[in-house]
């Protein structure tokens, strides 16, 4: 300011026509001109770095774009596969370019990288948000979509035989994690090696540990029983007394697949913890998806049910209560390996039934 202020006064000797008018109010005169125009010329100045800084971002983000379109092309993947490491990947082939721009963000603190930085992050993380939803749709649609020769069946049909999974997992590290139902860490070869070479019989398998939430079982009186005394045969299983490694039938279900594809497509890998869960904002978008799959595949299994003579209940089988009031139809389950948890296709009620003495009488 002090050297834009010497320049004006340098200017002042252009104004002596004007000052001479009124010459006993000439300095506060000039004084408000120069608040004026010190005002004129910092705003000028701000709308011109602000026009810069909008310039600078969007070379960023042209570069951004530019990059992730190139790594695309390089490893030769789908447009939404591995989203979140292709556009973090990009910032860092970027970082000269934010370089460039960093000054203009600083206001003379020295923190403007941090600042543009900040700005940046939050361009990606939108540029992952809004890839997410399409991301998790052409997964599930590569997932479920039944061949080209099936003519009786579309989307999700092909998905039927997966269990649907439950939210509460979705929630616990352990279960995302876990791929297999054993989930072991230690593995010991039995004492004598049976004839013949390398196989080992499962009965002769022998667990000395676990991983964390995993205990020693034996399978003794018809059961899984809890044992620490490594023995062949044994496995590892989901201790009883630890809530947080019940995962039900969440292993291997569609869920679990979304929510792992979500880790891979929507989060940024430098943003992946160690407690293995999805941030909320991604979890919504998983929600959204299995929500739809649930209602398209209801739809689609129901007319099955219907095309082969059954009638579609729509809600989870439960062995206890359903059974009461309903049996499955075994041609459907035959015909298509669905899971009861979709949803159940049971048996008509027929309208008819004999009586002991022989004669037909109407069902009340």
Not at 75 to 90: A, K, V
Not at 153 to 167: D, K, N
Request: charged fraction near 25%; charge should be negative; proline fraction near 4%.
């Amino acid at each position: 300011n002090r050297l834009i202020v010497a320049e004006l006064n340098r200017k002042r000797d252009y104004a002596s026509r004007g000052l001479e008018t009124c010459r006993d109010l000439a300095d506060d005169v000039w004084d408000e001109f120069m608040r004026q125009a010190l005002a004129e010329i910092y705003q000028g100045q701000q709308e011109k770095i602000r026009a810069v800084k909008t310039e600078c971002l969007d070379i960023v983000n042209e570069c951004y774009d530019e990059k992730s379109q190139s790594l695309k092309d390089f490893s030769n993947i789908n447009e939404q596969l591995l989203l979140g490491s292709r556009l973090e990947l990009s910032e860092e082939l970027c970082r000269d370019k934010l370089d460039a721009c960093s000054n203009l963000y600083g206001d003379g603190t020295g923190n403007g990288m941090d600042l543009l930085l900040e700005a940046m992050h939050n361009i990606t993380d939108q540029k992952i948000a809004k890839g997410c939803q399409e991301a998790l749709h052409n997964y599930a649609l590569d997932l479920c979509s039944v061949p080209s020769n099936d003519s009786l069946h579309a989307y999700p049909y092909a998905c039927r035989t997966y269990i649907p999974g439950e939210h509460k997992y979705a929630l616990i590290a352990q279960c995302n994690q876990t791929l297999n139902e054993f989930y072991t860490s230690v593995y010991e070869q039995p004492p004598t090696t049976p004839s013949g070479g390398g196989y080992i019989c499962p009965a002769q398998k022998q667990y000395t540990s676990c991983n964390e939430g995993y205990c020693l079982y034996v399978y003794k009186n018809g059961k899984w029983q809890a044992n620490n005394t490594p023995q062949p045969g044994n496995a590892c299983k989901p201790c009883e007394n630890d809530i947080t490694t019940n995962c039900g039938d969440y292993i291997g279900s569609l869920y679990q697949k979304m929510v792992r594809y979500a880790m891979q497509a929507c989060v940024r890998p430098s943003d992946v913890t160690n407690d293995y869960v999805l941030p909320t904002v991604v979890m919504e978008d998983v929600n959204a998806m299995m929500d739809s799959i649930k209602v398209d595949m209801a739809n689609a299994l129901a007319a099955e049910c219907d095309r082969l003579g059954g009638t579609w209940v729509n809600t989870v089988w439960n062995d206890e209560e359903s059974s009461r009031n309903y049996k499955l139809f075994d041609k459907f389950y035959q015909e298509t390996g669905a899971s009861t948890d979709w949803g159940f296709c049971a048996e008509k009620e027929e309208t008819k039934t004999e009586d002991a003495s022989g004669t037909d009488e109407n069902k009340p």
